[in-house]
């Protein structure tokens, strides 16, 4: 079974930095894409940023020169670097990523999510 954890979530000042971590875990022969979405209160899901497998990266305008997406691929994980965050940056950050296990075809994983909150 595939899981991926978010961790690295919390409360920060607006001008702050936090830095996000999803480690995907379990029976994986190999991972595509990953990414993160953010879903705000009373809003929809939207991507903040995505890496490819061999490293291409693609940014929401919104965080773009804010936010920066890497990935482990010996660890299986991907990190958002999050700097100069603002109030607008709250909301749940979600981990998805494009895994094929042993047992079955490339599909979508999520995590729970991650919760950030920047204070004005």
């Known amino acids: 079974q595939v899981q991926l954890v978010e961790s690295g979530g919390g409360l920060v000042q607006a001008g702050g930095s936090l830095r996000l971590s999803c480690a995907a875990s379990g029976s994986i022969r190999n991972i595509g894409s990953m990414g993160w979405y953010r879903q705000a209160p009373g809003k929809q899901r939207e991507l903040v940023a995505g890496?490819?497998?061999?490293?291409?990266?693609n940014y929401a305008d919104s965080v773009k020169d804010r936010f920066t997406i890497s990935r482990d691929n010996a660890k299986d994980t991907v990190y958002l670097q999050m700097n100069n965050l603002k109030p607008e940056d709250t909301a749940v950050y979600l981990c998805?990523?494009?895994?094929?296990?042993?047992?079955?075809?490339?599909?979508?994983?999520w995590g729970k999510g991650a919760l950030v909150t920047v204070s004005s």
């Open positions: 998805t990523a494009y895994i094929r296990p042993y047992a079955n075809t490339y599909m979508d994983y």
């Open positions: 890496i490819t497998n061999s490293g291409r990266t």
